[in-house]
């Protein structure tokens, strides 16, 4: 590593382009892959198969999650939709969404009932999205 002069230093600060140099660096910290990701499959039942998978393929979870425990933010995973999409096409505000994610209010009356026919028909509200 050569060392700069504080004048080579100064032209050298203003010229940088400290995103592109994050990027990168993100990019050789995970060699270019994805660290896990997460496959969601509808039952026909109405629950949800859940698989977490880490880069090196080692399974993290493999669980199916019955109707009555599935949670908005699953709903929304199996749609594909992002948060704003889903809470426009469940006709509520993107805070009441973000607020049923957190876990600060439940979803009821037909609210809870779109979010089980999301989870397990996600082509039904694709569609509609499109």
């Known amino acids: 590593m050569v ?17 592109a140099e994050l990027m990168e660096a993100l990019e050789e910290i995970k060699g270019g892959e994805w660290a896990r990701k997460t496959e969601w499959v509808p039952q026909s039942d109405g629950s949800v198969h859940r698989t977490i998978i880490r880069y090196d393929g ?4 493999d669980e199916v999650l019955s109707a009555e425990t599935i949670q908005p933010a699953v709903a929304r995973s199996v749609t594909g939709l992002s948060q704003p999409a889903f809470a426009k096409l469940l006709g509520v505000s993107l805070r009441t969404l973000r607020e049923w994610e957190q876990g600060k209010k439940t979803p009821s009356g037909a609210a809870a009932t779109l979010l089980k026919v999301a989870a397990r028909h996600p082509e039904i509200l694709k569609e509609l999205a499109a």
């Open 58 to 61: 080692i399974v993290e979870k």
């Open 3 to 19: 060392k700069m002069s504080q004048a080579e230093l100064s032209v050298w600060e203003k010229n940088r382009d400290l995103n």
